[in-house]
């Protein structure tokens, strides 16, 4: 895409790698806007993960979002701090807990739902074919293979 003056525009030239860290950093600053006082780069995005699937334990969130799970803890001590999220302990595993919002985190995270939709809708993700997606997951998965297997390499593991 050219400007108006026909040169083109920084997007053009910009490596793809960059592209992908704009299009990241610009959701970020999108998300800021939110009335919720609520961090969206971890404890947002956790919230609409826990209220959409059963059975989701702290574990299960850290392997998700490739956290760690001390992230994972401090992001949900927040939370439940906030009394979005209740911890129930595993009638199978009672070493493990069963994540499970709350009334006040079900509508807070159905309405960061519908805004992080609107913003999809918006820049045009929700027009991408699953080829495409599953591509962007395929090249996610290798770079974070080679990461692992230079830590490897690196660390003698």
Known sequence: MTSENNEPDKFDSMPFIALIHHISRNKLKYTMKNPNQIDMVHEGLYLMEINKRKNLSQDDLANMFGQSKGTIAKALKKLEDKEYVERKIDENNRRKYILKTT???????????????????????????????????????????????????????
């Open 103 to 157: 009334k006040k985190g079900k509508d807070l995270a159905i309405l960061l739902t519908k805004d992080l939709e609107e913003w999809e809708r918006n820049v045009g993700i929700d027009k991408l074919d699953e080829e495409t997606k599953n591509q962007l997951r395929q090249i996610a998965r290798k770079s974070e293979e080679l990461l692992n297997d230079n830590e490897e390499i690196q660390y003698g593991k």
